[in-house]
Nanobody, 124 residues
Framework: QVQLVESGGGLVQPGDSLRLSCAAS????????IGWFRQAPGKEREGISC????????YYIDAVKGRFTISRDNAKNTVYLQMNSLKPEDTGVYYC?????????????????WGQGTQVTVSS
Protein backbone atom coordinates (compact mmCIF):
# COMPACT_ATOMS: atom_id res chain seq x y z
CA GLN A 1 0.00 0.00 0.00
CA VAL A 2 1.43 3.35 -1.06
CA GLN A 3 1.69 5.79 1.81
CA LEU A 4 3.16 9.29 1.97
CA VAL A 5 3.69 11.20 5.20
CA GLU A 6 4.73 14.85 5.19
CA SER A 7 6.39 16.57 8.11
CA GLY A 8 8.46 19.63 8.90
CA GLY A 9 5.91 22.39 8.59
CA GLY A 10 5.50 25.15 11.12
CA LEU A 11 5.17 28.84 11.85
CA VAL A 12 8.14 30.91 10.72
CA GLN A 13 8.95 34.54 10.01
CA PRO A 14 9.58 35.99 6.55
CA GLY A 15 13.10 35.17 5.43
CA ASP A 16 13.32 32.00 7.50
CA SER A 17 13.85 28.47 6.20
CA LEU A 18 12.07 25.15 6.60
CA ARG A 19 12.76 21.66 5.32
CA LEU A 20 9.76 19.52 4.56
CA SER A 21 10.03 15.75 4.42
CA CYS A 22 7.91 13.29 2.51
CA ALA A 23 8.46 9.78 3.85
CA ALA A 24 7.29 7.08 1.46
CA SER A 25 6.32 3.52 2.23
CA UNK A 26 4.90 0.71 0.17
CA UNK A 27 6.99 1.64 -2.85
CA UNK A 28 10.50 2.70 -3.83
CA UNK A 29 10.85 6.36 -4.72
CA UNK A 30 13.46 5.87 -7.49
CA UNK A 31 10.69 4.37 -9.62
CA UNK A 32 8.16 7.10 -8.94
CA UNK A 33 7.69 10.71 -9.90
CA ILE A 34 7.37 12.81 -6.74
CA GLY A 35 5.73 16.21 -6.71
CA TRP A 36 5.27 18.89 -4.09
CA PHE A 37 2.09 20.92 -4.01
CA ARG A 38 0.64 23.61 -1.80
CA GLN A 39 -2.80 24.97 -1.14
CA ALA A 40 -3.35 28.41 0.31
CA PRO A 41 -6.63 29.27 2.05
CA GLY A 42 -9.36 29.83 -0.50
CA LYS A 43 -7.15 28.85 -3.43
CA GLU A 44 -6.70 25.78 -5.58
CA ARG A 45 -3.92 23.30 -5.00
CA GLU A 46 -0.79 24.46 -6.82
CA GLY A 47 2.06 22.30 -8.07
CA ILE A 48 5.40 23.85 -7.15
CA SER A 49 8.11 21.28 -7.82
CA CYS A 50 8.74 17.77 -9.03
CA UNK A 51 11.53 15.22 -9.13
CA UNK A 52 11.84 13.04 -12.18
CA UNK A 53 12.28 9.32 -11.59
CA UNK A 54 14.00 8.70 -14.90
CA UNK A 55 16.95 11.09 -14.80
CA UNK A 56 16.74 12.88 -11.47
CA UNK A 57 15.90 16.17 -13.10
CA UNK A 58 13.86 18.70 -11.22
CA TYR A 59 11.38 21.43 -12.00
CA TYR A 60 10.22 24.49 -10.09
CA ILE A 61 7.58 27.04 -10.77
CA ASP A 62 8.85 30.60 -11.09
CA ALA A 63 7.41 31.63 -7.72
CA VAL A 64 9.78 29.32 -5.85
CA LYS A 65 12.71 28.99 -8.25
CA GLY A 66 15.97 29.89 -6.57
CA ARG A 67 14.46 29.60 -3.09
CA PHE A 68 13.20 26.01 -2.91
CA THR A 69 15.16 22.82 -3.58
CA ILE A 70 13.71 19.35 -4.01
CA SER A 71 15.91 16.36 -3.25
CA ARG A 72 15.60 12.72 -2.36
CA ASP A 73 17.36 10.17 -0.19
CA ASN A 74 16.82 6.75 -1.71
CA ALA A 75 18.20 4.96 1.34
CA LYS A 76 15.61 6.64 3.55
CA ASN A 77 12.92 6.48 0.83
CA THR A 78 12.26 10.14 1.54
CA VAL A 79 11.91 13.26 -0.58
CA TYR A 80 12.68 16.68 0.83
CA LEU A 81 11.70 20.23 0.01
CA GLN A 82 14.18 22.77 1.35
CA MET A 83 12.50 26.16 1.50
CA ASN A 84 14.63 29.26 2.00
CA SER A 85 13.80 32.96 2.07
CA LEU A 86 10.20 32.19 2.89
CA LYS A 87 7.57 34.78 2.13
CA PRO A 88 4.04 35.28 3.51
CA GLU A 89 2.66 34.14 0.14
CA ASP A 90 4.30 30.75 0.71
CA THR A 91 1.75 30.09 3.46
CA GLY A 92 -0.40 27.02 2.89
CA VAL A 93 -0.76 23.31 3.37
CA TYR A 94 2.04 21.48 1.60
CA TYR A 95 1.47 18.05 0.10
CA CYS A 96 3.66 15.51 -1.60
CA UNK A 97 2.31 13.19 -4.24
CA UNK A 98 3.57 10.13 -6.09
CA UNK A 99 3.06 8.69 -9.54
CA UNK A 100 4.51 5.42 -10.74
CA UNK A 101 6.41 5.92 -13.94
CA UNK A 102 8.55 8.56 -15.57
CA UNK A 103 8.51 12.27 -16.12
CA UNK A 104 8.08 15.33 -13.96
CA UNK A 105 4.70 16.95 -13.49
CA UNK A 106 3.20 19.78 -11.47
CA UNK A 107 -0.38 19.06 -12.44
CA UNK A 108 -2.30 17.51 -9.56
CA UNK A 109 -4.42 15.43 -11.91
CA UNK A 110 -1.35 13.40 -12.91
CA UNK A 111 -0.79 11.97 -9.45
CA UNK A 112 -2.37 8.91 -7.89
CA UNK A 113 -1.27 9.02 -4.27
CA TRP A 114 -1.13 11.88 -1.80
CA GLY A 115 0.01 12.58 1.71
CA GLN A 116 -2.12 14.27 4.35
CA GLY A 117 -0.26 17.58 4.17
CA THR A 118 1.73 19.74 6.54
CA GLN A 119 0.93 23.35 7.39
CA VAL A 120 3.43 26.09 6.62
CA THR A 121 2.69 29.57 7.93
CA VAL A 122 4.97 32.50 7.17
CA SER A 123 4.07 35.52 9.23
CA SER A 124 5.73 38.27 11.21
Amino acid sequence: QVQLVESGGGLVQPGDSLRLSCAASGFSIPYYVIGWFRQAPGKEREGISCFSSSDGSTYYIDAVKGRFTISRDNAKNTVYLQMNSLKPEDTGVYYCAALEGYGCYVSASEYDDWGQGTQVTVSS
